[in-house]
C-alpha cells in the first residue's frame, strides 16, 4: 500500500467513523514520519513527550487518540514503560482487502419507491412586449428563500 492509498483509506474510514481534529493530526504526523524514515521500517519509535510536543495535544488526549486509531486499525502501538528514555513504537496498518465495514445486514427497501420532488429554485420570465431586440428573450430572476444571505 502506498502513501496516497493510506491517506484515502483514513479519509474513507473518517467519513464512517468521524474523528476528531486531534486523530487527524496525529495520524498524519505518523505517516508524515514513517514517510520521513522511506517507509524502511514496519514500527516507528517515537517519544511520547515529544509526540505531545509535535502533535500540540495533552497526554490525556494522546493516550484517547491513540486508542480511538488503533480500534479501528489504522495503527497499532506498544506503549514504551515509565522511562524516560523508553520510546512507544507505532505501526501504520494497512487496510484488508475485503473489510467488513457493516456487519449488519441492509434494509429492505420500497419495491415503488415515490421520486423526490423536483425543487427549482429559479423563475423564467418572459417578456411579453419586447421594445428592443436583445429584450425578447427570456430573462432568469433568482427566488429568494428567505435566508440571511439573500440579498
Same mark, same amino acid.
Request: glycine share 6%; proline share 7%; net charge positive.
Given at each position: 500500500?502506498?502513501?496516497?492509498?493510506?491517506?484515502?483509506?483514513?479519509?474513507?474510514?473518517?467519513?464512517?467513523?468521524?474523528?476528531?481534529?486531534?486523530?487527524?493530526?496525529?495520524?498524519?504526523?505518523?505517516?508524515?514520519?514513517?514517510?520521513?524514515?522511506?517507509?524502511?521500517?514496519?514500527?516507528?519509535? #517515537?517519544?511520547?513527550?515529544?509526540?505531545?510536543?509535535?502533535?500540540?495535544?495533552?497526554?490525556?488526549?494522546?493516550?484517547?487518540?491513540?486508542?480511538?486509531?488503533?480500534?479501528? #486499525?489504522?495503527?497499532?502501538?506498544?506503549?514504551?514503560?515509565?522511562?524516560?528514555?523508553?520510546?512507544?513504537?507505532?505501526?501504520?496498518?494497512?487496510?484488508?482487502?475485503?473489510? +467488513?465495514?457493516?456487519?449488519?445486514?441492509?434494509?429492505?427497501?420500497?419495491?415503488?419507491?415515490?421520486?423526490?420532488?423536483?425543487?427549482?429554485?429559479?423563475? +423564467?420570465?418572459?417578456?411579453?412586449?419586447?421594445?428592443?431586440?436583445?429584450?425578447?428573450?427570456?430573462?432568469?430572476? #433568482?427566488?429568494?428563500?428567505?435566508?440571511?444571505?439573500?440579498?
Amino acid at each position: 500500500m502506498n502513501y496516497l492509498e493510506l491517506i484515502n483509506n483514513f479519509w474513507w474510514m473518517d467519513e464512517q467513523r468521524g474523528f476528531n481534529g486531534n486523530e487527524t493530526r496525529l495520524y498524519f504526523f505518523l505517516l508524515h514520519l514513517s514517510n520521513r524514515l522511506f517507509w524502511k521500517a514496519e514500527w516507528i519509535e #517515537y517519544g511520547d513527550e515529544k509526540m505531545i510536543a509535535n502533535v500540540g495535544i495533552s497526554s490525556d488526549v494522546l493516550r484517547a487518540s491513540r486508542n480511538k486509531l488503533k480500534e479501528v #486499525y489504522l495503527i497499532d502501538f506498544a506503549c514504551g514503560g515509565q522511562g524516560r528514555r523508553v520510546k512507544t513504537r507505532y505501526q501504520i496498518l494497512t487496510p484488508n482487502a475485503n473489510p +467488513i465495514t457493516n456487519p449488519n445486514p441492509r434494509p429492505k427497501l420500497d419495491p415503488n419507491p415515490q421520486p423526490l420532488p423536483y425543487y427549482n429554485k429559479t423563475k +423564467i420570465k418572459t417578456n411579453t412586449n419586447p421594445t428592443s431586440k436583445d429584450e425578447r428573450f427570456s430573462k432568469r430572476e #433568482y427566488v429568494t428563500s428567505g435566508s440571511d444571505f439573500d440579498e
